[in-house]
């Protein structure tokens, strides 16, 4: 533990060493000026073209009194900087006056002692004031532990993503933007053999640590679930097993997600699917400006043991786009759904072909509020006729 005596008069720098050394604290460094403090600190003259340096002080001992700059200045100096800002500082004044050591603590300051110094009252206060400073330092790194460990996971969960995908009669692209480090929305898509794919879009309740768990969990048992069931209604009710599986003793809140699932079939131009409690996708063809709704045919997936499903089916003739979405987009409308799908329908209806560039702009360009906004999500599939042979 280092401390910083700031002090304009030599006689009192020497009597606050003494005390120290008796009391063992040894690792001690002086000045004499609020300036000379900032210097050693590394934010004195300069500081605006200068770097500063990590601060290896631990506890800082100022008098409030001093030429040029006094120590409640000072102290709002050392509080504009991050790395400074947490450093214990103690006041040493001779000034009796309430309304000083007000605004001295108000500056920053955390404690004071007043002239002629007390030894036992002045290492009482410097051992509370360290002792903070540890707690202060340990919750620091455990925060930043943890903050290094949630980048690591969402790397983890956005690995997970289904690439892009590019074939002669489908296209399936995404963008995604979480409101949180960890998501809670997750989307995939899967080759299926003889021009078949499956594509699935699902919303996990809420948004965070706990969400994105259970995604992690669904993401790790889809690609087997959709490769081995394939149709619409028996994934999602694989899913509903699969999910409900996970009970968790004294759960307070009950964790389920909303989904849709389809399997496109290029070749006969055929779509099944299930909307499991999610937003209508929406399914343009042609040079149709309004879409076809997928709309919701049951509830969501994770609420009961059983859910019943009736998979709905589309054909399409000519080349046509599908757009599947969380409600995080939705959200970005004050409305109801009617206000909201045609908000959505608005920045949908243009051309077949992915533009990336354009549907960031319209629906990922607004900064994320982590207290407000959803997870958003979409995906876009393009379908195209072929050559009739």
Avoid at 253 to 275: C, G, P
Avoid at 326 to 350: K, P, R, S, Y
Avoid at 360 to 367: G, H, Q, V
């Amino acid at each position: 533990m280092r401390i910083l005596i700031v002090d304009d008069n030599p006689t009192n720098v020497i009597i606050i060493r003494e005390i120290l050394k008796k009391e063992d604290y040894r690792n001690f460094i002086t000045a004499s000026s609020a300036k000379d403090m900032l210097k050693l600190l590394g934010v004195g003259a300069g500081a605006e073209t200068e770097k500063p340096r990590p601060s290896d002080v631990d506890l800082i001992l100022l008098d409030m009194m001093m030429p040029e700059m006094d120590g409640i200045e000072a102290c709002r100096v050392v509080q504009q900087y991050e790395h400074l800002k947490d450093i214990p500082i103690i006041m040493v004044t001779a000034v009796g006056d309430s309304k000083k050591l007000a605004e001295a603590l108000d500056a920053g300051a955390v404690d004071y002692v007043t002239k002629p110094i007390n030894k036992v009252e002045l290492m009482a206060r410097i051992r509370l004031a360290l002792r903070l400073k540890r707690e202060k330092d340990w919750h620091k790194e455990r925060d930043q532990r943890i903050q290094d460990e949630l980048k690591l996971a969402a790397l983890v969960q956005n690995a997970v993503l289904s690439l892009p995908l590019a074939e002669e009669l489908l296209e399936v692209h995404a963008i995604y933007q979480p409101s949180f480090e960890l998501a809670g929305d997750l989307y995939a898509w899967y080759p299926l053999g003889d021009g078949r794919y499956a594509v699935i879009l699902l919303d996990m309740m809420g948004h965070g640590i706990s969400s994105s768990l259970f995604c992690m969990f669904l993401a790790s048992v889809l690609k087997d679930t959709v490769t081995t069931y394939v149709e619409p209604e028996k994934v999602i009710q694989e899913l509903n097993r699969r999910f409900n599986q996970l009970y968790i003793e004294k759960q307070l809140v009950q964790y389920y997600f909303t989904a849709i699932y389809l399997v496109i079939d290029t070749r006969m131009k055929r779509i099944n699917y299930v909307n499991a409690g999610h937003p209508p996708a929406l399914f343009f063809e042609g040079g149709a400006k309004t879409p076809v709704l997928l709309e919701s045919n049951c509830h969501p997936v994770g609420l009961f043991d059983r859910i019943d499903i009736q998979q709905q089916s589309l054909n399409y003739e000519e080349d046509g786009h599908l757009v599947l979405f969380t409600d995080g987009l939705l959200e970005m409308v004050q409305g109801g759904q009617e206000e909201q799908l045609e908000f959505m329908v608005g920045h949908l209806n243009a051309s077949h072909d992915w533009q990336e560039e354009a549907m960031r702009a319209a629906f990922l360009s607004e900064p994320v509020n982590s207290d407000r906004d959803d997870d958003k999500c979409l995906v876009w599939i393009s379908l195209k006729k072929g050559t009739d042979r």
